[in-house]
């Protein structure tokens, strides 16, 4: 009897609609599968229901329209053109825990520039066919003589090529060198398949392009270093001269 009332129980689980079963409204939820991380909801102007989330490293704002049925994606500004977006990022979408992260980024396939034994340590995340990566590595050659050390996290995410020629650089028997030959190369393409990159190698650099989704991190180069207290710090993109001589590459205490 009682394990007739479980599958009866179970059956009426399973022919509930889908809906009935989502932590979210349909319009919502579809996100969610699709790959959306839903952080925090909040009552937003005009009546709408407010969302802000992550996605593949991207911060997103969504506002579920009054009939419960459609979301609007994107930004949402008022009558004096104020990015009430923005504010809501701010506001509610909770900032990353970084905490066990630069264990992760010393865990990650890297290529080293600068002396082993130095006293400061900066990760970049690099894909070989970013140009800016290019720009960030030439900036960052004058800081390594002080004693800091540069690791590369090769990803492979911009082009089809990525992936083959991240693998080529942590497979080579010189990596730097062969850092240096790609930046070489760019903006040229090299028309390198991933198709025969050997499985190891792979396996490396797609558990970097993890690493740097988990870190909501969606661009390169994104630069992670620890500030004079020893907390963690990232900056997405090329930061700028005075963030790179202030706080990046600063002189090793």
């Known amino acids: ?44 102007p005009g009546g709408l229901k407010g969302f802000v989330g992550r996605r ?10 009054p009939d419960g049925e459609h979301v609007v994606i994107g930004k949402m500004v008022d009558g004096f053109g104020q990015d009430l977006s923005a504010e809501h990022l701010r506001n509610w979408l909770p900032k990353p825990d970084l ?48 004693g800091i050390e540069l690791r590369h996290i090769m990803v492979g995410i911009i082009q089809p090529s990525s992936l083959a020629k991240a693998a080529s650089v942590l497979g080579a028997e010189d990596p730097v060198r062969k850092l ?44 992670f270093y620890k500030d004079p207290d020893g907390e963690i710090r990232k900056i997405i993109g090329l930061p700028d001269d005075s963030a790179l001589s202030e706080a990046v590459f600063r002189d090793p205490e």
């Open 1 to 44: 009897m009682i394990l007739r009332r479980i599958i009866k129980a179970i059956s009426a689980l399973i022919l509930l609609p889908s809906f009935a079963l989502a932590a979210y409204p349909d319009a919502v939820q579809v996100l969610v599968d699709e790959g959306l991380k839903v952080e925090a909801s909040f009552d937003a």
């Open 56 to 65: 593949n490293g991207h911060s997103v704002s969504l506002y579920l329209m």
């Open 99 to 146: 905490t066990g992260a630069w264990q992760e980024l010393a865990d990650a396939a890297w290529v080293s520039e600068g002396p082993s034994d130095a006293k400061r340590i900066v990760y970049v995340f690099s894909d070989p066919n970013c140009g800016y990566c290019v720009v960030f590595r030439e900036k960052a050659q004058p800081f390594l003589e002080r």
């Open 180 to 223: 240096e030959f790609h930046d070489s190369q760019f903006p040229r393409d090299w028309l390198e398949s991933e198709d025969n990159v050997p499985e190891d190698l792979r396996q490396l650099v797609e558990a970097n392009n993890r690493l740097m989704e988990s870190l909501f991190v969606a661009a390169t180069p994104s630069v």
